[in-house]
């Protein structure tokens, strides 16, 4: 399920059933070559996560994107968006994100680090593949956690 007004309409009839939440972690480069790299993996993880939400419709929302900039207090903006979402009835709430400091320096909890392949340059099929591939490595950690392990 989407963060739109009418998934949300079902997300209210079925809640109990929907029980995580995915959010993906938006990077902005603020200058030059590291905009045009910001944008080519900010275009590979919303394609992705519309992907892995289409695969788990009914057991997870896809929440919107949050956005910061590379000089942002990642430590900071963590505790902030956790303790936000812990708010919301989401037994499970996994972040994905293209940027390895995330995952590796544990800033939040649960973050999915995802290698960006740039989509720009191939066509439908190819791109429908590359996501179909990564969305496969990234089912049994979803899974693992569904199941307690």
Do not use: C
């Not at 994107?65 to 963590?78: G, V």
């Not at 037994?91 to 390895?100: E, R």
């Not at 989509?119 to 990234?138: N, T």
């Amino acid at each position: 399920m989407n963060w739109t007004a009418r998934d949300m309409d079902l997300y209210l009839q079925q809640s109990e059933y929907i029980d995580t939440a995915v959010v993906p972690l938006v990077g902005l480069g603020s200058e030059g070559p590291g905009m045009k790299q910001s944008a080519s993996e900010t275009e590979f993880l919303m394609n992705l996560t519309a992907f892995l939400e289409h695969q788990f419709k009914g057991r997870l929302m896809l929440l919107p994107p949050f956005t910061y900039l590379d000089k942002s207090d990642k430590a900071r903006l963590a505790s902030e968006w956790e303790a936000s979402i812990a708010d919301m009835p989401f037994k499970h709430v996994f972040y994905l994100t293209t940027d390895q400091t995330w995952s590796a320096e544990g800033i939040i909890g649960d973050a999915i680090w995802i290698p960006s392949i740039p989509l720009e340059h191939m066509d439908k099929k190819l791109k429908q593949s590359v996501l179909e591939d990564q969305v496969r490595q990234i089912i049994p950690v979803l899974t693992a956690r569904w199941t307690g392990n």
